[in-house]
């Protein structure tokens, strides 16, 4: 377990380039995670020996490809769970970050991570389909529903300028070719920094076809 552990947080550091601060915070994050994983399944059991690799350079990378912060725009998280990618990228420094999470057990758990880290995010505890907001410029999501379920549960608040950047495994082509009976859409891939066989799939100019 510490050798995978010492491995991926190398990896981490070696791609992110985290301040002490963020490392201190992520530790604790994790501390935390243990201590509620006992109660409640907020990853699977087999990744946590991986955690570092597998779940927060995972969700890390996405930074890279994120607009640029302002006042007038929000970055939706949806099905966040135990809040991969959002309370990761929180930690990073994002500051616009809203957290979609209907569990209440998981929302308890994301609420108790932002007090003791200090972050800066909000948190819509419902499901996502009843979130009403207009200032939405990315939606990130990481293992909540293939690509034509997402673009349906979240296309009320898709707008002209609305990017979603989505963590995809080696399925991707597959969805992609699936939405698109239903939607049209550019979109990109990029390679994942944690899977060859994963994807980064950024999508844009989404509209639902007639």
């Not at 607009?67 to 099905?79: A, L, R, S, Y």
């Not at 969805?175 to 999508?203: D, G, M, R, V, W």
């Amino acid at each position: 377990m510490f050798e995978n552990a010492d491995k991926g947080f190398c990896a981490f550091k070696k791609h992110m380039n985290p301040s002490k601060d963020t490392i201190y915070k992520l530790k604790k994050f994790i501390d935390i995670l243990d201590d509620h994983q006992q109660n409640m399944n907020l990853i699977g059991k087999s990744t946590r020996p991986y955690i570092w690799g597998r779940h927060i350079l995972d969700s890390a990378q996405i930074e890279m490809y994120l607009h640029k912060e302002n006042d007038k725009h929000i970055t939706i998280d949806v099905g966040t769970g135990a809040g991969f990618p959002g309370l990761v990228l929180a930690i990073l420094g994002r500051k616009d970050l809203l957290l979609c999470e209907k569990s209440k057990k998981k929302n308890l758990f994301l609420n108790v991570i932002a007090k003791e880290c200090d972050l800066n995010i909000k948190i819509f505890e419902d499901k996502v389909e009843f979130l009403k907001v207009s200032n939405v410029r990315t939606i990130i999501s990481r293992a909540f529903a293939p690509l034509e379920g997402l673009l349906r549960k979240v296309k009320h608040f898709i707008y002209s300028d609305t990017t979603l950047l989505l963590h995809k495994g080696e399925t991707y082509m597959r969805e992609i070719n699936e939405a698109k009976k239903f939607f049209s859409f550019s979109y990109k891939c990029y390679s994942s920094l944690t899977n060859p066989y994963a994807k980064i799939l950024q999508i844009s100019n989404v509209q639902e076809k007639k």
